[in-house]
């Protein structure tokens, strides 16, 4: 089932939490809403599935408009983060559930109930657990258990809200890998809610990120990654340093280096912010005369080693820039400059802390502060 959401906007008192979202969602395709705590992803979440009204705009399934159809209509499936299976059930019967309150015409038998069931617990690798309770399995187990509730009464759209959000990382990684392979066997059309990028990034065939009520950017996974359409998307996918500095005809000043910006090509002296990906910095050491081009420019940004993580193949190096006035971090903390490099690399060159090193930009992203003019 396709979905298609039109001009939706919706206001909590004062609280403006959605701004004239528009977006299509093709039939059986698995989309991630992405974006921080506050941002509107679970306001539309709950307006596709009829739980929240919008208060202008309309949706669409598969071109009938189902705005103001009752959610008990709309035939959606949901798993929430906190797994609300019925403590008092089995496995089974929790699953059983939505098909045994079905209206009496449409109700299977309890033959095929039990057929549907234990199909469905097979699907989710969890039959040998049916005469269990809830309180006897694991959080992994019980996710599981709620996502196969859901599709027991055969959704056309499934909805997850934070669904892996009260897991370790380690059942998390497991339960995101899972829910992919799941999806392509079924290919029911799925919406999950995510704060984490990471979880968005390998799950989903689109990412829509969301900031403060908007659609920031729709894409590819990838897409998103390699091309942000925004300073929010940047610094909101991953971890990223920014610096300040001047945009001139295609060229943009920062720290004290001159670097490469065609986003800039227009820009005559306008503010301008450039982002750099930590694993996008280039590590030497530092000797003096040396970090010269040939047309006497600095080369890289002068900065001390503070401190040195290696955990398993990456060494996450912090280093404090000699011209401490330049960057920020993305949540606008000291200014501290963050670069990734091979563990044994790190061993290799034999850096330490406190020395003084040289970080050199291979790839930066500019964007110019329209808002400041020239």
Known sequence: MSIEIRNVSKQFGSFQALRDVSLDIQSGELIALLGPS?????????????????????????????TDVHVRERNVGFVFQHYALFRHMTVFENVAFGLRIKPRKERPSEAQIRTKVMDLLKLVQLDWLADRHPSQLSGGQRQRIALARALAVEPKVLLLDEPFGALDAKVRKELRRWLRRLHDELHVTSIFVTHDQEEALEVADRVVVINQGKIEQSGSPQEVWENPASPFVYGFLGDVNLFHGRANEGL?????????????????????????????????????????????????????????????????????????????????????????????????????????????????????DQAAGI
């Not at 960057?327 to 802390?353: C, R, V, W, Y």
């Open 252 to 368: 943009v000043h920062m720290s004290g280096i001159e670097v490469d910006a065609p986003e800039a090509d227009e820009a005559k002296d306008a503010k301008a912010f450039a982002y750099v990906r930590p694993h996008d910095l280039d590590v030497e050491r530092y000797s003096p005369g040396q970090n010269i081009d040939a047309q006497g420019r600095p080369r890289g940004i002068v900065a001390r080693l503070e401190r040195a993580i290696v955990v398993g193949p990456i060494a996450r190096l912090e280093l404090i820039p000699a011209d401490d006035n330049h960057s920020t971090t993305q949540n606008g903390e000291d200014a501290l400059i963050e670069a990734q490099i091979p563990a044994h690399q790190f061993k290799e060159m034999g850096f330490k802390e406190g020395e003084t090193l040289v970080v050199t930009p291979r790839r930066t992203r500019v964007f110019i």
């Open 38 to 66: 506050g941002c509107g992803k679970t306001t539309l979440l709950r307006i596709i599935a009829g739980l929240e009204a919008p208060d202008v705009g309309s949706i669409h399934f598969s071109g009938e408009d189902t």
